[in-house]
Protein backbone atom coordinates (compact mmCIF):
# COMPACT_ATOMS: atom_id res chain seq x y z
CA UNK A 1 0.00 0.00 0.00
CA UNK A 2 1.09 3.16 -1.00
CA UNK A 3 0.07 7.13 0.48
CA UNK A 4 -0.44 9.80 -2.87
CA UNK A 5 -0.31 13.43 -2.05
CA UNK A 6 -0.26 16.53 -3.65
CA UNK A 7 1.57 19.86 -2.68
CA UNK A 8 -0.80 22.70 -2.15
CA UNK A 9 -0.40 24.52 -5.75
CA UNK A 10 -1.53 20.76 -6.81
CA UNK A 11 1.31 20.48 -9.60
CA UNK A 12 3.78 17.95 -7.88
CA UNK A 13 2.90 14.38 -6.72
CA UNK A 14 4.82 12.79 -3.58
CA UNK A 15 4.72 8.61 -3.46
CA UNK A 16 5.58 6.99 -0.12
CA UNK A 17 4.81 3.65 1.16
CA UNK A 18 2.13 3.48 3.59
CA UNK A 19 3.05 4.77 7.36
CA UNK A 20 6.41 6.65 6.13
CA UNK A 21 7.36 10.29 6.93
CA UNK A 22 6.88 12.77 3.84
CA UNK A 23 10.50 13.23 3.29
CA UNK A 24 11.45 17.30 2.87
CA UNK A 25 11.99 17.77 -0.85
CA UNK A 26 13.13 21.13 -1.59
CA UNK A 27 11.00 24.03 -2.26
CA UNK A 28 7.80 22.41 -2.65
CA UNK A 29 5.35 23.43 -0.14
CA UNK A 30 3.06 21.57 1.95
CA UNK A 31 1.33 18.61 1.10
CA UNK A 32 -2.25 17.14 1.53
CA UNK A 33 -3.05 13.59 1.11
CA UNK A 34 -5.19 12.70 -1.56
CA UNK A 35 -5.39 8.74 -1.68
CA UNK A 36 -4.37 5.59 -0.86
CA UNK A 37 -2.70 3.14 -4.10
CA UNK A 38 -2.25 -0.36 -3.64
CA UNK A 39 -0.20 -0.76 -6.84
CA UNK A 40 1.96 1.15 -8.57
CA UNK A 41 3.98 1.39 -12.17
CA UNK A 42 7.40 -0.42 -12.58
CA UNK A 43 9.30 3.21 -12.31
CA UNK A 44 7.49 4.24 -9.12
CA UNK A 45 8.62 0.97 -7.84
CA UNK A 46 12.20 1.69 -8.66
CA UNK A 47 12.28 4.99 -7.42
CA UNK A 48 11.26 3.86 -3.95
CA UNK A 49 12.90 1.44 -3.61
CA UNK A 50 15.88 3.36 -4.84
CA UNK A 51 14.95 6.81 -2.88
CA UNK A 52 12.26 5.80 -0.41
CA UNK A 53 9.56 7.92 -2.26
CA UNK A 54 8.10 9.07 -5.63
CA UNK A 55 8.55 12.44 -6.79
CA UNK A 56 7.38 14.78 -9.77
CA UNK A 57 5.59 17.47 -11.28
CA UNK A 58 1.77 16.52 -12.34
CA UNK A 59 1.20 17.31 -16.24
CA UNK A 60 -0.20 20.71 -17.07
CA UNK A 61 -3.73 20.49 -18.26
CA UNK A 62 -4.00 19.79 -21.87
CA UNK A 63 -7.37 22.11 -22.84
CA UNK A 64 -4.72 24.60 -21.79
CA UNK A 65 -2.01 24.21 -24.16
CA UNK A 66 -4.06 23.65 -27.27
CA UNK A 67 -4.16 25.64 -30.47
CA UNK A 68 -7.33 27.94 -30.87
CA UNK A 69 -8.13 28.65 -34.50
Known amino acids: MFDVYLN????????????????????????RKKKGAVAVSDEIKLALQRDGFYWRRRAEHRGSNSLQS
Open 8 to 31: EKRDRLLVVPKGQPIPNIGNSGRW
